[in-house]
Nanobody, 128 residues
Framework: QVQVVESGGGSVQPGGSLNLSCEVS????????IGWFRQAPGSEREAVSC???????YYADSVKGRFAISRDNAKNTVFLQMNSLQPEDTAVYYC??????????????????????WGQGTLVTISS
């Protein structure tokens, strides 16, 4: 059973930064990559970013250049540094398996309907 400890959410003004962290236990896969998806009220789930065990990353177009994902394999922890936050980034962020490796080993996001949270998520609110 996968267990996660998610933290780092909060409320900041537009242009601000937050750093999310997710400590994961009970998960091991060569096919899936861990990361973050988000869900805003009234919206479908969106794969935000993921990182492979070798450190390759995927980013949604909406966050490229603003978010950076990293991992500490020794601590089984994944981080998401979020900069230049905007109101449209407001959502609950969930740590989960977010991507899969295709047949040429490119990271692809899991479709929204198949994204499933491991934990309660952490709320990120961007507001002036």
């Amino acid at each position: 059973q996968v267990q996660v400890v998610e933290s780092g959410g909060g409320s900041v003004q537009p242009g601000g930064s937050l750093n999310l962290s997710c400590e994961v236990s009970g998960f091991s896969s060569e096919y899936y990559a861990i990361g973050w998806f988000r869900q805003a009220p009234g919206s479908e789930r969106e794969a935000v970013s993921c990182i492979s065990s070798e450190g390759r990353a995927y980013y949604a177009d909406s966050v490229k250049g603003r978010f950076a994902i990293s991992r500490d394999n020794a601590k089984n922890t994944v981080f998401l540094q979020m900069n230049s936050l905007q109101p449209e980034d407001t959502a609950v962020y969930y740590c989960a398996k977010v991507c899969w490796h295709d047949y040429v080993d490119i990271l692809r996001p899991i479709s929204p309907g198949e994204l499933n949270a491991w934990g309660q998520g952490t709320l990120v609110t961007i507001s002036s």
